[in-house]
């Protein structure tokens, strides 16, 4: 069963902020929030990771709800060089060998 | 620092045939895994470590074998390729399973089997 739920696409314009949601009612205490991203013919690249306070980094803002049922991965200026699968994912000891479980994502097209 | 290298970068073989796909980690990392990636589809994973000499079947290991000899190598066999092997392979690693723990990716290995 997906552990998250999030768009399957989302569109942007260049320059402007991207809010993207993830659906995680069934998360546990002690689930860290993970976000990576895929852009055309590469592999996943980490983008960022939370427990409960929201976190900054060069690349993003992950922004998690006080309940964590959801969380949102924000870019504040989006370039076309963000446009990729977005991967909101859960990562607990339920996935064998604690991988990370990878569903669809949210595949992100930012036009100029 | 390296990262995660995967060899080869493509590779097509005739069905039947076997092959090796080698990921190597220079970051000392204890855990290893091994996913595929059909068209328009997330990651699923084939096989994992989670330590030097061992391994562990994920979610879809048939037709594949691995061995983990060396902490920095984990190898992904076919034994007997088959066109439903047809797709990219991405090897991950991980310092720990800690659930705050990050893994890096390699670039991936286009496998087409004809």
């Known amino acids: 069963d997906a552990k998250t739920t999030q768009p399957n696409s989302m569109e942007s314009n260049e320059e402007e902020p991207v809010h993207l949601p993830c659906n995680h009612s069934?998360?546990?205490?002690?689930?860290?929030i993970h976000w990576y991203r895929q852009l055309p013919s590469q592999g996943p690249e980490y983008v960022i990771h939370?427990?409960?306070s929201n976190v900054n980094n060069r690349m993003a803002s992950l922004a998690i709800a006080e309940d964590r049922k959801s969380s949102t991965l924000i870019l504040h200026r989006a370039t076309l060089r963000d446009a990729a699968v977005y991967y909101c994912?859960?990562?607990?000891?339920?996935?064998?060998?604690?991988?990370?479980?990878f569903g669809k994502g949210t595949s992100l097209l930012v036009t100029p | 620092n390296a990262g995660v290298t995967q060899t080869p970068k493509f590779r097509v073989l005739k069905t039947g045939q076997s092959m090796t796909l080698l990921c190597a980690q220079d970051?000392?990392?204890?855990?290893m895994y091994w996913y595929r990636q059909d068209p328009g589809m997330g990651l699923r994973l084939i096989h994992y470590?989670?330590?030097?000499?061992?391994?562990a079947k994920g979610e879809v290991p048939d037709g594949y074998n691995v061995s983990r000899l060396k902490k920095q190598n984990f190898l992904l066999g076919l034994e007997s390729a088959a066109p439903s092997q047809t797709s990219v392979y991405f090897c991950?690693?991980?310092?720990?399973?800690?659930?705050?723990?990050?893994?890096?990716f390699g670039q991936g290995t286009r496998l087409t089997v004809v």
């Open positions: 991950a690693s991980s310092y720990s399973g800690q659930s705050g723990t990050e893994a890096f």
């Open positions: 069934t998360i546990s205490g002690t689930d860290y």
């Open positions: 939370g427990l409960t």
């Open positions: 994912i859960l990562r607990d000891r339920s996935t064998a060998g604690y991988a990370l479980n």
């Open positions: 970051m000392n990392h204890e855990y």
């Open positions: 470590s989670v330590g030097e000499g061992t391994t």
